[in-house]
């Protein structure tokens, strides 16, 4: 049974960072796209950053977070990472690590944490 632990929240002044980190157990993060999403209160549900690797390691991000977050994996520790820098009220909400049907994130995600608050203040 596939288990994802999400750890690394808390609160942050505006301008500050975070690094939220996801845990695995029962799979193996480098056979799947793994993912980021956050929901804010009222707000739908937004992939954050995917990384995957078929060959190379490919990593996309929502616009909102380009240039700010970074995804990163780590195979042997079989954890996946989002560096949060620059953070803005705006990127307060949940964050909940996923891992993907298959390689790609169009084909969805089925397997979810349960989720890291992040909350920045103005």
């Known amino acids: 049974q596939v288990q994802l632990v999400e750890s690394g929240g808390g609160l942050v002044q505006a301008g500050g960072s975070l690094r939220l980190s996801c845990v695995g157990t029962?799979?193996?993060?480098?056979?799947?796209?793994m993912g980021w999403y956050r929901q804010a209160p009222g707000k739908e549900r937004e992939l954050v950053a995917s990384i995957h690797t078929n060959g190379i390691t490919l990593r996309s991000y929502a616009p909102s977070v380009k240039g700010r977050f970074t995804i990163s994996r780590d195979d042997r520790k079989n954890t996946l990472y989002l560096q949060m820098m620059s953070l803005e009220p705006e990127d307060t909400a949940m964050y909940y690590c996923?891992?993907?049907?298959?390689?790609?994130?169009?084909?969805?995600?089925?397997?979810w944490g349960q989720g890291t608050q992040v909350t920045v203040s103005s």
């Open positions: 996923a891992q993907g049907f298959t390689r790609r994130a169009s084909d969805g995600f089925g397997s």
């Open positions: 029962g799979t193996v993060f480098s056979d799947k796209v």
